[in-house]
Each structure stands twice: as C-alpha cells, then as structure tokens.
C-alpha cells in the first residue's frame, strides 16, 4: 500500500520561499496525480495542485502564481515550492495520491512563517 | 469557484447511534464528491468518492449518497473509532474545494 510521508523546514520566514518534499513509499509514481493541499484555521483545506507523473501541472490560481511542483521519478519524490511567503501561508501542508478524489494522504507537516 | 457547505457543524451522539452528514454545493457538481474522515495527527482517509462508491476496505456502516448540490454521508451505528471530522470534496468544477468540516463527538 502507498504511504506519502511530508518533509521540510517547520519555520520558514516571510518574503521567502518554501520547499517540501512528499516521498512516496510502497509503489510507484507513474501513471498517478500527485496533489498538494493545505489546511488552515481561517480558510480550512485548500487544494493547492497537482502534478502529473509527466510533468504536467495543474495549480490553484488563487496563490497567484506562487506555486510550482516539480518531480524525481528515480527518487519517488514529488517537490512544493512557494514563493514570497506571508503569515497567510502557514498551514498544515499535505501530499496525496490522485487528482480529483484523494485515496491516500501524508500526515501532513505544519509550517509556520515568522516576521 | 464552488462552495461547500458543511451541516451541522458539530454532531454529538452516542456509539450505536445514526450519523446523518449533510454536504451542500453551490452549484451542480453532478456526483463528482468525496468524504473524508479525519483525526487529529492522522493521514485524512478516502472514505467515499462519486458520491456513493466506498473505497477499499471502508466498512459497510459507511455510506454516500446524492447528486447535484445535495450530499449526504451517513453512519449507520457509530463505533468508538468512528468519532472525527468529517470532510466532503468536490472535484466536478476547475478547482477542487473542500466542505469546512463537520465533527462527530462523543455525547
């Protein structure tokens, strides 16, 4: 069974930019959508996109172009970059399996950005 | 973007009882929702998805059910494992939304 396992800094600082990485164990990356969502108390879960084992990405435009995914098939890792970081952005950040429905999820990891 | 609306917002019963959780769109998502099961410090888990379709290894006390803006989830006899919140999920529109949660506590 696919496990999603997220990593990455707790404390970021704002104008800055954050990177997570979401590594899957127990199958592949191929022939899937990899999904990030955010939760926060204000605006709860937030769907922030996905990217195709291809490449291929789709993001939320409501971050404004400030998204970018990428992947490493050879590592099984999948990659979120935010940019220009606010106190909005901090969250519980989640990677998933699949695009529309989300049949498996990671723990989720909290970040928190600083002034 | 589409709207999810969540009701009630809190749900205490007891083990044993029903669960009836509602989930409303803002508009017409056809049966493209999910339901979600979540607690705290846990993987959120696919419970349903197309509205009424339980995924793998879902117990059958678990079931979806709806089409359009109007979906239910309901737990016919709730086991103590059972108490969380509860997250529907639309993905019918361009951008996928997420219903602000319900919780089921313990009466």
Not at chain 1, 78 to 91: P, R
Not at chain 1, 95 to 109: D, F, H, K, S
Not at chain 2, 61 to 67: A, D, I, K, N
Not at chain 2, 68 to 75: A, C, P, R, V
Request: charged share 15%; glycine share 10%.
């Amino acid at each position: 069974q696919v496990q999603l396992q997220e990593s990455g800094p707790g404390l970021v600082k704002s104008s800055e930019t954050l990177s997570l990485t979401c590594t899957v164990s127990g199958g592949s990356l191929s022939n899937n959508h990899w999904t990030w969502v955010r939760q926060t108390p204000g605006k709860g879960l937030e769907w922030i996109g996905f990217i195709y084992y291809t490449g291929t990405t789709d993001y939320n435009p409501s971050l404004n172009g400030r998204v970018r995914m990428s992947i490493d098939m050879a590592r099984s890792e999948f990659f979120l970059y935010v940019t220009s970081l606010a106190a909005a952005d901090t969250a519980v950040y989640y990677c998933a399996q699949g695009a529309g429905r989300l049949v498996m999820w990671g723990q989720g990891i909290l970040v928190t950005v600083s002034s | 973007e589409i709207v999810l609306t969540q009701s009630p917002g809190t749900l205490s019963l007891s083990p044993g009882e029903r669960a009836t959780l509602s989930c409303r769109a803002s508009q017409s998502v056809d049966n493209n929702v999910a339901w979600y099961q979540h607690k705290p410090g846990q993987a959120p888990r696919l419970l349903i998805s197309g509205a009424s379709s339980r995924f793998t290894d879902v117990p059958e006390r678990f079931s979806g059910s709806g089409s359009g803006t109007e979906f239910t989830l309901t737990i016919t006899r709730l086991e103590p494992e059972d108490f969380a919140m509860y997250y529907c999920q639309q993905y019918g529109g361009a951008i996928p939304t997420f219903g602000q949660g319900t919780k089921v506590e313990i009466k």
